[in-house]
Nanobody, 123 residues
Framework: VQLQAFGGGSVQAGGCLRLSCAASRRTFSTYAMGWFRQAPGEERDFVAS????????YYTDSVKGRFTISRDNAKNTVYLQMNSLKPEDTAVYYC?????????????????WGQGTLVTVSS
């Protein structure tokens, strides 16, 4: 499975961005998907995940109420809508998939990773 994430950029605090991640396989609809981020000098952290059907989602506490993960299985694409961005959201954002339908919050549960897209939020 090849994943390509895009949509990153530079915004001011309070702004919005929508990240997209396109998957190469038609079996996308059987995979749970996740978004993770990694700030300079930090470990890669969980942001949000979604089950294969989209019926179950998880968020890290710091983004609840601001970020929304969604997916369009017909387009093999998962999205991360990011609102009310804060400087602490600055990081490289990665999408990932796992070959199981259930979403999880653990980095090691995910099998395939995209190349990352940089999000910079200035104060």
């Amino acid at each position: 499975v090849q994943l390509q994430a895009f949509g990153g950029g530079s915004v001011q605090a309070g702004g919005c961005l929508r990240l997209s991640c396109a998957a190469s396989r038609r079996t996308f609809s059987t995979y749970a998907m996740g978004w993770f981020r990694q700030a300079p000098g930090e470990e890669r952290d969980f942001v949000a995940s979604i089950s294969k059907s989209g019926g179950t989602t998880y968020y890290t506490d710091s983004v609840k109420g601001r970020f929304t993960i969604s997916r369009d299985n017909a387009k093999n694409t998962v999205y991360l809508q990011m609102n009310s961005l804060k400087p602490e959201d600055t990081a490289v954002y990665y999408c990932a998939s796992r070959v199981w339908p259930q979403a999880t919050t653990e980095v090691h549960d995910y099998d395939y990773w995209g190349q990352g897209t940089l999000v910079t939020v200035s104060s």
